[in-house]
T-cell receptor, first 116, second 114 residues
Framework: GDSVTQMEGPVTLSEEAFLTINCTYTATGYPSLFWYVQYPGEGLQLLLKATKADDKGSNKGFEATYRKETTSFHLEKGSVQVSDSAVYFCALSVQMSGGGADGLTFGKGTHLIIQP | NAGVTQTPKFQVLKTGQSMTLQCAQDMNHEYMSWYRQDPGMGLRLIHYSVGAGITDQGEVPNGYNVSRSTTEDFPLRLLSAAPSQTSVYFC?????????????FGPGTRLTVL
């Protein structure tokens, strides 16, 4: 079945450090890939997405590139802030034959802590 | 637009009690789903619905029932709560059709079963 593997945390960084959170996947068909963010006490918010190979998703200074050859979708940010502290989830969704997309398969989440 | 709303925010049950977690969306989305979030497990799909009157099981459906009588509402029922159902529950919805439609999540219900 489909699965997502991401580095487990917590990941602790100092403000302005470079961030990489690794994510790899296995999937049947052609998945779309996502990063969701969950701030303390809140639901999940879509951070960025990529729907085909070599696409780069970006938002709020975060980036991730869909690498089909390595089945990866690593999340990066050049300079993190304290406000980036949250749990980050990598996820995939496989397109159904009739159009639209199936449910999301999530990784276990990475807790990111940014210290001032 | 309120988006996806869930009630209650918190709930404590005793083993064997029943309850219904409410979920509603005002975006006219056909697809709705329920996930549970457990430490170190990510989110796992419980049940989903592709439209009114149509529901199906996800990855972890045991112990939960759903129904979809309207487009807006998708309640999740626990008929006889067990401690293993202690979790945070998220409802989500999205439009259907097209190559991809973003899923919108509710704020969650934190359930404790004693």
């Amino acid at each position: 079945g489909d699965s997502v593997t991401q580095m487990e945390g917590p990941v602790t960084l100092s403000e302005e450090a470079f961030l990489t959170i690794n994510c790899t996947y296995t999937a049947t068909g052609y998945p779309s890939l996502f990063w969701y963010v969950q701030y303390p006490g809140e639901g999940l918010q879509l951070l960025l997405k990529a729907t085909k190979a070599d696409d780069k998703g970006s938002n709020k200074g975060f980036e991730a590139t869909y690498r089909k050859e390595t089945t990866s979708f690593h999340l990066e940010k050049g300079s993190v802030q304290v406000s980036d502290s949250a749990v980050y989830f990598c996820a995939l969704s496989v397109q159904m034959s009739g159009g639209g997309a199936d449910g999301l398969t999530f990784g276990k989440g990475t807790h990111l802590i940014i210290q001032p | 637009n309120a988006g996806v709303t869930q009630t209650p925010k918190f709930q404590v049950l005793k083993t064997g009690q029943s309850m219904t977690l409410q979920c509603a969306q005002d975006m006219n989305h056909e697809y709705m789903s329920w996930y549970r979030q457990d430490p170190g497990m990510g989110l796992r799909l419980i049940h989903y619905s592709v439209g009114a009157g149509i529901t199906d099981q996800g990855e972890v459906p045991n112990g939960y029932n759903v129904s979809r009588s309207t487009t807006e509402d998708f309640p999740l029922r626990l008929l006889s709560a067990a401690p293993s159902q202690t979790s945070v529950y998220f409802c989500a919805s999205r439009a259907t059709g097209g190559s991809y439609n973003e899923q919108f999540f509710g704020p969650g219900t934190r359930l404790t079963v004693l």
